[in-house]
């Protein structure tokens, strides 16, 4: 009975493709991986989101660039000669990955993900929001002290390549005061929300001693479009040296979390943080113009072109202020 039913759902079931992006040498693993959730979760559909969480609900409106968009606008500036220091890969020759979780900490969630990370044995980087921080000190702390790293992903969650520069220094250096406030540590790596970066945008980061970081893998978790969906799109994009990008914030992250940590260890991957992925590339490999695009970091942060800047950041003026003051 049961065969005849499995029989039945292939002849009628649509093929789903699982794989998003380019073939892979994981696709097989991949295929295989689908079609064990597709038996155990059917039915499952993707997660509603609580309308009544209103950061989260902006938070959709933000779009970051895929791998491929990445990885152009890094070519389309070696064609022309312009070399912008940032992070996109580790190694390509080394089976290590970074997760990265950007927008937290997040009041509900950074500490179920702090739990799972530790039952897990991962350390991960995390890419706050200064608001964020300026709401939950006390998750900032407890993230630090779990010795994952920190990174800047700006005050207001703003995308830079849309403000003066002067605005792109003040966003990151007011996030960097309320994080040093905060857990007296100075961040050396930052990222620019929704991977939006021009060249303003990576010297701005630079004179205040930051390493732009990207990524290589985009599973667009933040949609929550469905736990199979961000699972097969992580390990479709799984190669040496990757970056994942995930939130803090989105509870089919945690529930995939487990399985996608499972699979990359048993495919030989060991999990750092992003500045033992930067450790990990050699001299050359850092200034190569294309793939990875990389930059040493500088040993003190070169703030002599930067003006002097006060850190209020003006009411109404962030395109994606969804932070709204408790009343
Ligand atoms: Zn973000």
């Excluded at 020759?93 to 970074?98: G, I, Q, V």
């Excluded at 406030?181 to 004179?207: L, S």
């Excluded at 667009?220 to 914030?249: C, F, Q, W």
Aim: hydrophobic share 40%.
């Amino acid at each position: 009975m049961i065969t005849f039913l499995v029989a039945l759902t292939a002849v009628f079931m649509p093929k789903v493709h699982p794989v998003y992006g380019p073939q892979h040498i994981h696709q097989q693993a991949i295929e295989t991986r689908f079609e064990v959730i597709k038996k155990k979760h059917p039915a499952r559909q993707a997660m509603v989101l609580d309308s009544t969480d209103a950061y989260w609900t902006a938070a959709l409106e933000e779009v970051d660039k895929s791998p491929d968009e990445i990885s152009a606008q890094a070519n389309r500036e070696a064609h022309l000669g312009v070399y912008l220091p940032k992070l996109i890969r580790g190694n390509p020759r080394e089976k290590l990955l970074a997760l990265t979780f950007d927008d937290g900490p997040h009041p509900i969630f950074t500490e179920k993900l702090l739990a799972l990370l530790k039952q897990l044995d991962v350390k991960a980087s995390f890419f706050v929001v200064g608001k964020m921080v300026e709401r939950n000190p006390q998750l900032l702390k407890e993230i630090a002290a779990d010795g994952h790293l920190v990174g800047n992903h700006t005050f207001s969650h703003v995308t830079l390549t849309k403000i003066p520069l002067n605005e792109v220094r003040a966003e990151y250096e007011a996030c960097n005061d309320i994080v040093e406030n905060t857990i007296g540590q100075r961040m050396r790596f930052c990222r620019p929300p929704g991977g939006d970066y021009d060249r303003q945008v990576v010297k701005a980061a630079t004179e205040q001693g930051l390493t732009t970081v990207l990524w290589t893998d985009d599973p667009g978790d933040y949609a929550s479009p469905g736990t199979h969906v961000i699972e097969m799109k992580t390990l479709s994009r799984m190669s040496n040296g990757g970056i994942i990008l995930l939130h803090d914030g989105i509870q089919q992250t945690l529930d995939v979390l487990p399985q996608i940590i499972q699979y990359a260890r048993a495919h030989g991957y060991r999990f750092v943080t992003v500045d033992e992925l930067m450790n990990s590339l050699v001299p050359t490999m850092r200034y190569h113009p294309l793939h990875p695009v990389s930059a040493p970091l500088p040993d003190k942060p070169d703030t002599s072109a930067a003006p002097v800047l006060t850190h209020s950041i003006p009411p109404n003026r962030s395109k994606i202020d969804f932070i709204k003051k408790p009343a």
